[in-house]
């Protein structure tokens, strides 16, 4: 689809100055229109005049009009009117004849037409674009067969065209005429098209253009127009319109039992997009005398959602708390509950959550999801569920059971968290094909309600997220930064920003662009003091990613010459190493104090002979010596295997490029031989002991270890690290999991693809041969 947007420089009002940036941005490209050229001016000429129009004339043509194609237009019609000759005899008269065309000129020439006809024109100019001749007649003041003289003479004079639907023959003609009318009359030529336009049945939005441009005056009648036009244009997608028409109802003023109600309509016209304003609308509306006690509750929510959007959790939960007391409708009271839940579920330093939880399970469980505000308390217990790691088949069975009846992501009475809250149980149940679904659907809300605020912010950073956790990088990177641009209108320091600087970090860290994410966290100034919201992933531990990401001028690749890996995650040999080269086998037992034998794999540690390699890591020149240098029988712990094996499985892996090292190892064995190996889950950090000290390793006090096959077994993919984590573990315990897997395994969706390869894993299994 391809926009043209035109505009005239000199015209642009102040306010919209911004509109200047704008080409060149979003694939946008600016092009300056030039001057009509000496041989094209001279073309047009003699298409209207004659091709007798000799050289002298057209180039006057030229030089009178500048090249500009209105002007070149309108003057040969004016010769062609005036019956002059196209030559050079006559080149003097063309500089009259273009002062008549614009401006002053073109002013005197309207006047010269009749006071009738003048007013006929204001008005058609006040009206605007599609004038109709019978409601420019009832602004002008003007009886039926004066108003079609009037439009007689403007069509002749090259002013007006049309005749069921007059418009002026150019925008400067009527930009030129509107700015002809004295301002006192232009404002009475304003307030009468308001109400023509009214009578006519062209509804309040009509009218509301004309409203804004009268002075206030208290009239009820011009307050109620404008409440309509804004309801009417919220409800088409324009809040930004809605916004302009309550604030100019503010401003005329309301009559005193309406001036809560307009201010509740304005704050939730800004909802979300201007929150500190919104804030002071909605707290001058409670302290209005309020006789409608459902218009007090409503303002109480909208105030409470607009708090805990400006990082003021503790204040959205203690209003709550303090209307919940003098409240006496039960359902109204089970709504504000519901709200209280969900702020006080996002706040960092909630002081009791565990009694919250408990409670809102019972009352979840009670519940039937008759109605909006049960389904809200439903969903959340689904997201509860997650937050303490429950099973994740009791999280999915409260997410259908809240979907069930219907959850609108754009519901104007109700916000839009549960919903993305429930969405995002399916993710860390390892459904993120619903997630992405639901999220969809709930985007097309917000655009088609033009609610471009925090609400789309949020639902394209989290889908993101869930793009992220998907391994689909580049989608996520687009998704994040449309969120981060959105989240900048709103404000810095609101949740929605944390949101999108810290998952768009995430995101790059993945992709290996450390210093690109290093400076998005300088310029957006990510770090200390954190926000009082719940944000994930967790702001500080991204940050903590984010001081510990190798980057390209640190770490051992500078040292030793090596280059940073495309991937862009730094190849450092770590202890993991160690386990590639355990031999097979049964399960030795703890040494014992005083006995020989050698030390378990959690025990001890690589003998020194292994050890230098380990820390100076496989791929430098000292590493590689090393290795060489191991003793045909050495071995990680000082395990026993056949000669020389170890040392040649190193050697193999470095000349495969040093595929699979520093990375661990899950699954079956080399050749199928033995158990699974051990993974970074199931096995502790190796540690260096002094010399010459030995202990028997620490048994579990619960009883016997389980055997390898049950201790290792974990089912995980090969050499993977997830991204992101699954909050308390929902989805990977018990007989919850195994239904879900067979769920996913029915409908074909895709488990989610969070486990994100680090470098040099996965791609290489050394052989038997190796």
């Not at 273009?98 to 006809?117: C, D, F, M, N, Q």
Request: hydrophobic fraction near 40%.
């Amino acid at each position: 689809m391809l926009v043209v947007v035109a505009y005239r420089p000199d015209e642009l009002p102040e306010h919209a100055e911004s509109f200047r940036a704008l080409p060149g941005r979003a694939g946008g490209r600016p092009l300056d229109l030039e001057p009509l050229s000496a041989v094209a001016v001279a073309r047009l000429v003699r298409e209207t005049l004659g091709a007798h129009a000799d050289d002298a004339f057209c180039r006057e043509c030229w030089a009178v009009t500048a090249g500009n194609p209105f002007e070149t237009v309108e003057l040969t019609a004016k010769v062609h009117d005036r019956g002059v000759a196209p030559t050079e005899d006559a080149a003097h008269l063309l500089r009259d004849l273009a002062a008549a065309v614009k401006g002053s000129g073109l002013v005197a020439r309207l006047e010269r037409l009749g006071a009738s006809t003048v007013r006929f024109a204001w008005a058609c100019a006040v009206l605007g674009t599609e004038i109709h001749p019978h409601l420019a007649a009832a602004v002008a003041g003007l009886g039926h067969e004066e108003a079609a003289d009037a439009a007689d003479d403007l069509r002749g004079a090259r002013i007006l065209t049309g005749v069921e639907s007059l418009e002026f023959v150019h925008p400067l003609i009527a930009t030129a005429v509107y700015r002809a009318i004295p301002p006192g009359f232009r404002v009475a030529l304003h307030g009468q098209a308001a109400w023509c336009v009214v009578d006519d049945g062209r509804g309040p939005a009509a009218a509301a253009r004309h409203l804004l441009e009268t002075h206030p005056d208290g009239d009820p009648w011009v307050v109620q127009q404008l409440r309509a036009a804004a309801a009417e244009t919220l409800r088409s997608g324009a809040p930004d319109a809605a916004r302009s028409y309550l604030a100019r109802a503010l401003r005329e003023p309301p009559p005193f039992e309406d001036r809560a109600a307009v201010l509740y309509e304005l704050g939730s016209a800004s909802l979300l997009t201007e929150p500190a304003t919104t804030v002071n609308h909605l707290r001058a509306a409670l302290e209005e005398p309020i006789a409608d006690s459902a218009l007090r509750h409503r303002i109480v929510y909208r105030l409470s959602q607009v708090l805990a959007h400006s990082d003021r959790l503790a204040e959205a939960s203690d209003t709550l708390a303090r209307e919940i007391e003098v409240t006496g409708d039960a359902r109204v009271k089970l709504r504000m509950v519901a709200e209280q839940f969900m702020w006080d579920a996002f706040r960092a330093d909630e002081p009791d959550h565990p009694s919250r939880s408990r409670r809102m399970a019972r009352l979840a469980d009670r519940l039937t999801g008759r109605d909006l505000t049960e389904r809200y308390i439903i969903g959340l217990r689904a997201w509860d569920a997650v937050l303490r790691g429950e099973p994740a088949h009791i999280a999915l069975r409260h997410a259908e059971r809240a979907l069930a009846g219907g959850l609108g992501w754009a519901d104007p009475d109700c916000g839009f968290e549960v919903p993305v809250l429930v969405a995002l149980a399916f993710t860390y149940a390892d459904r993120p094909g619903r997630t992405e679904e639901l999220f969809a659907a709930g985007i097309a809300d917000f655009e088609r309600q033009g609610w471009r605020g925090a609400h789309l912010s949020f639902a394209y950073t989290l889908l993101a997220y869930v793009r992220f956790r998907r391994g689909r990088l580049a989608e996520a990177e687009d998704f994040v930064r449309a969120g981060l641009r959105l989240a900048e209108r709103v404000g810095p320091g609101t949740p929605a920003h944390w949101y999108a600087v810290g998952i768009l970090i995430e995101v790059l860290l993945a992709r290996g662009r450390v210093e690109e994410a290093a400076q998005i966290a300088e310029d957006y100034s990510f770090g200390a003091p954190y926000p009082a919201v719940v944000v994930f992933p967790d702001a500080q531990t991204v940050r903590g990613e984010l001081l510990l990401a190798p980057r390209p001028d640190q770490g051992r690749g500078r040292r030793t010459g090596r280059r940073r890996p495309p991937s862009g995650t730094a190849r450092h040999a770590q202890p993991r190493v160690v386990p590639l080269a355990a031999p097979p086998g049964p399960r030795r037992e703890p040494r014992r104090p005083g006995t020989g034998g050698h030390h378990g794999p959690r025990s001890g540690g690589p003998s020194p002979a292994v050890r230098g390699p380990v820390r100076r890591g496989p791929g430098t020149p000292a590493g590689r010596r090393d290795i060489a240098r191991l003793a045909p029988g050495e071995a990680p712990g000082g395990i026993g295997r056949p000669s020389g094996t170890f040392a040649r499985r190193l050697r193999a892996r470095l000349r495969a490029g040093g595929a699979g090292l520093g990375t661990p190892s899950r699954g079956p064995r080399p050749g199928g031989r033995g158990p699974p190996l051990p993974g970074p889950r199931h096995r502790r950090p190796v540690r260096r002991r002094r010399p010459g000290r030995d202990r028997p390793r620490r048994t579990d006090r619960r009883g016997p270890a389980p055997p390898p096959s049950a201790q290792h077994g974990d089912g995980h993919a090969h050499g993977t690290r997830t991204y992101g984590g699954e909050p308390g573990g929902a989805g990977t315990h018990g007989r919850g999991d195994r239904e879900g897997t067979r769920r996913r395994r029915a409908d074909g969706d895709p488990p989610t693809v969070g486990r994100l390869p680090q470098a040099g894993n996965g791609q290489h299994r050394p052989s038997n041969a190796e």
